[in-house]
């Protein structure tokens, strides 16, 4: 059993208590053509937090696309997600490798530091995330990642590359231009009031060109 392809639209989901809300607004990103789903939800308590994470889980196995949980290794063995997305301040790639095991994905974020992604490569991850590209409304504190960043990244890894941070429809296209695999987005899907027609216009960035 081979991981799963990172590329395309990562949904990241918003931060809402209503796990109901939160299924809805989810399918409708996965039926606009998001690749893939991560669980990230740092203000509710464990048990609304398990039994969220259990109904992506559902949801996105019933449609066959990738779950990945933020930060919570060991949700996201209790929840059998896809894998898990790390931090620096997190579990390590090798610990998480080896609970995991070998065909789950493991996602490290690098922040704007292309020798964190070099080692989160050599150490057994499947992509790395680089950002904020832009300014963030989910996190206004992150790290400005330069564009060329990518540049370089493209150059130096065999990693999927994953670009976050402030990302929209309209800014995207660049940064899948000079190289990214997947853009994770979260305010720029969830915040709109036409989660799947957003999903949409991500989504037909990563499509090839026709000639003729």
Known sequence: MTRPEVRGLY??????ADTSSLITMTEQALTGGARLVQYRNKTVDATLR????????????????PFIVNDHLDLAIEVGADGVHVG???ASV????????RTKIIGVSCYNRLELAIEAERNGADYVAF????????????????MDLLDHARRKLHVAVVAIGGIT??????????????????????ATGHIRSAAENFSRLFQPRSHG
Not at 50 to 65: E, I
Not at 131 to 146: H, L, M, Q, V
Not at 169 to 190: C, K, P, Q, T
């Open 11 to 16: 949904a990241i989901t918003p931060e809402v």
């Open 50 to 65: 398990l039994g969220q994470a259990f109904a992506l889980a559902h949801l996105c196995r019933k449609l066959g696309v």
């Open 88 to 90: 620096r301040d997190d």
């Open 94 to 101: 090798t610990d998480a490798r080896r609970k995991l095991g």
């Open 131 to 146: 950002g904020a590209f832009f300014d963030s409304p989910t996190k206004p504190e992150a790290a400005a990642a330069p």
């Open 169 to 190: 429809s309209d800014n995207a296209g660049e940064l899948i231009g000079r190289g990214a695999d997947a853009v994770a987005a979260s305010s720029a899907l969830f």
